[in-house]
T-cell receptor, first 114, second 111 residues
C-alpha cells in the first residue's frame, strides 16, 4: 500500500543533542512537508520541498534543518538551537504539480527532549 | 501567524446528535480542506472543497465552501463514538500556496 512512513514513533533525547526524524513516502509525490503540532495548536509549517535538492523555510524554521536528496525521503533534523523542541512532528506529501493538491500525512513522531 | 479562526474549540455531545463546526478568515481562500486526527496519529483528509458554494458529502459528513470564500463549515450527522477526535480546517490562498490550518475542534461523544 502507498503511504508515508515516519520513524520512530517516539523519540527521547537529552538537551543539547541534535536528532533526526525520518520520513519516507512511496506515493510518488513531488512535494513533502514538515509540520510541528503542540497541544491545542494547529499545525505549523517548518520546512517544505517541491522537488529534489530544493527546499524552503516555513513559518517556524529556526532551529531545524532538512535535506531532499531523494524524491521519497525528507528527513528533519532538530538541532540544539531549537529552544523548545518537545512536540509532535508530522510529515506530509502532495502532488505539487496538481493545483491545491491535498496533503497526505504520516502518523507522526513524538519527540521529548529533557 | 494564524489566519484561520476555527470554532468551537471543543464540543461534548451525546451519541446520535448532529455536530456543526466552522472556520472563518478575513482573507479569501481558494481551497478548503477538512481533516480528522485521532490521538497519536496523523490527520486524515475527510473532504476537499475547491469552488465557492460547493457542498460535498462523505457519508455522514457534509462540508461547504462559503460563497464569500472566507469561510467553511463541517457538519456531522448522527454522531457515533468513533467520531471522537480533533477536526481541523485548512485552506490555501494562492494557486500554489501552502496550507494554513485552524487550531482544531476537539469532539467528544458520550455513548
Amino acid at each position: 500500500d502507498g503511504g508515508i512512513t515516519q520513524s520512530p514513533k517516539y523519540l527521547f533525547r537529552k538537551e543539547g543533542q541534535n536528532v533526526t526524524l525520518s520520513c519516507e513516502q512511496n506515493l510518488n509525490h513531488d512535494a513533502m512537508y514538515w509540520y510541528r503540532q503542540d497541544p491545542g495548536q494547529g499545525l505549523r509549517l517548518i520546512y517544505y520541498s517541491q522537488i529534489v535538492n530544493d527546499f524552503q523555510k516555513g513559518d517556524i524554521a529556526e532551529g531545524y534543518s532538512v535535506s531532499r536528496e531523494k524524491k521519497e525521503s525528507f528527513p528533519l533534523t532538530v538541532t540544539s538551537a531549537q529552544k523548545n523542541p518537545t512536540a509532535f512532528y508530522l510529515c506530509a506529501s502532495s502532488m505539487w504539480s496538481r493545483v491545491n493538491s491535498p496533503l497526505h500525512f504520516g502518523n507522526g513522531t513524538r519527540l521529548t527532549v529533557t | 501567524g494564524q489566519q484561520l479562526n476555527q470554532s468551537p474549540q471543543s464540543m461534548f455531545i451525546q451519541e446520535g446528535e448532529d455536530v456543526s463546526m466552522n472556520c472563518t478568515s478575513s482573507s479569501i481562500f481558494n481551497t478548503w480542506l477538512w481533516y480528522k486526527q485521532d490521538p497519536g496519529e496523523g490527520p486524515v483528509l475527510l473532504i476537499a472543497l475547491y469552488k465557492a458554494g460547493e457542498l460535498t458529502s462523505n457519508g455522514r459528513l457534509t462540508a461547504q465552501f462559503g460563497i464569500t470564500r472566507k469561510d467553511s463549515f463541517l457538519n456531522i450527522s448522527a454522531s457515533i463514538p468513533s467520531d471522537v477526535g480533533i477536526y481541523f480546517c485548512a485552506g490555501t490562498k494562492g494557486s500554489q500556496g501552502n496550507l494554513i490550518f485552524g487550531k482544531g475542534t476537539k469532539l467528544s461523544v458520550k455513548p
